[in-house]
């Protein structure tokens, strides 16, 4: 599968697009794992220091919100999906 | 069906327009009759408010407490250095009447509030937010929501832009579906701490004024329910769907009913004791 990040996350990692290996039943933690394993850098910009993904973040999976169609970081992931991570900007 | 009353200058002025079929004489009158709110004259506004003008429409209401900067004219096109220290509204004036005369402009030179919000937006058809703020970006969906007034978002920073279309009469999601609230401050930086390309908000502020001459000819698919998001760097237009949230404190089920009790400042969240039409 592959993840599409945008704005500073784009700019934090230098890569718009990321593809990452998952086993088959992977769900969203362990695509969200594989990500942060190749880009350490984005914890910071996703995570609270609690550990909880930031309410600004948004994470969609082939465009619908798991949070609220599914199981959230437990919905399964598929080797064709795309996962989408972007913060709001507000420059004008 | 619109009564037409095109002059022969307005044939000749528009004829690029009258000549389209998904335009035509009933699209431009659509435009020249219609009112639209340009929140900002700067980066985002300068090229949606000189298109706006171009295309004739009618009304074109601008709101801007700020002064013309030095720093601004990297981007921001409406203005030009004679107009350091000139109110935004003024500049953008003068530059609309010299080139359209038949858009009548309406310079309000006051910052969107949530005092006057409510009273600004009733008298226009169109909201197009070219803030540079979160506060303002959220007072704006939650007001236009309520009051049923279709609102053209478009953001800037660096070399990335964010455009969408929330459309309260077609149902559709509102921003807040999108971001329930704002970054924590400093969690996502303006263009004044992190820069902005200049020619970046002349793109998305074009797409701004696209979606709004759509809207007003009821033409084309307009960015409802989905986020359109500019690389320059890249040169990548990639267009992300999302949906309606049943729990979004706006619009969703329990969604408010008004914005008293909203404070625009830091996350601009919503409580749960705000929400539910209390």
Known sequence: MHWKLFATLREATGHQEVAVEIEEDATIRDALDALLQNHPELEDELFSPQGELYNHIRLLQNGDDPFLTG????????????????PPVSGG | ???????????????????????????????LNSRVLCVGAGGLGSPAIEYLAA?????????????????????????????????????????????????????????????????LVASYDIVLDGSDNFPTRFLLNDVCWLRGTPLVHGAVLRFEGQVTTIDPRADGPCYRCLFPSAPPAGAVPGCATAGVLGVLPGTVGCFQATEVCKLIMETGDPLVGRLLSYNAAGMTVDTVEYAANPNCPVCGTNGIDSIEEIEYTETCAIDDHCAGGS
């Open chain 1, 71 to 86: 199981d959230g970081f437990d919905a399964d992931v598929g080797p064709d999906d795309e996962l989408a991570l972007f």
């Open chain 2, 1 to 31: 069906m619109v009564a037409l009353d095109l002059d022969a200058t307005q044939l000749d002025r528009y004829s690029r327009h009258l000549i389209m079929d998904a335009v035509g004489p009933e699209g431009q009158q659509q435009l």
């Open chain 2, 55 to 119: 295309a004739g429409v009618g009304t074109l209401g601008i709101v801007d407490d700020d002064v013309v900067e030095r720093s601004n004219l990297q981007r921001q096109v409406l203005h030009t250095e004679a107009d350091i220290g000139t109110p935004k509204v003024e500049s953008a004036a003068a530059f609309v009447e010299a080139q359209a005369p038949d858009v009548t402009v309406e310079p309000i030179e006051r910052r969107l509030t949530k005092a006057n919000a409510r009273e």
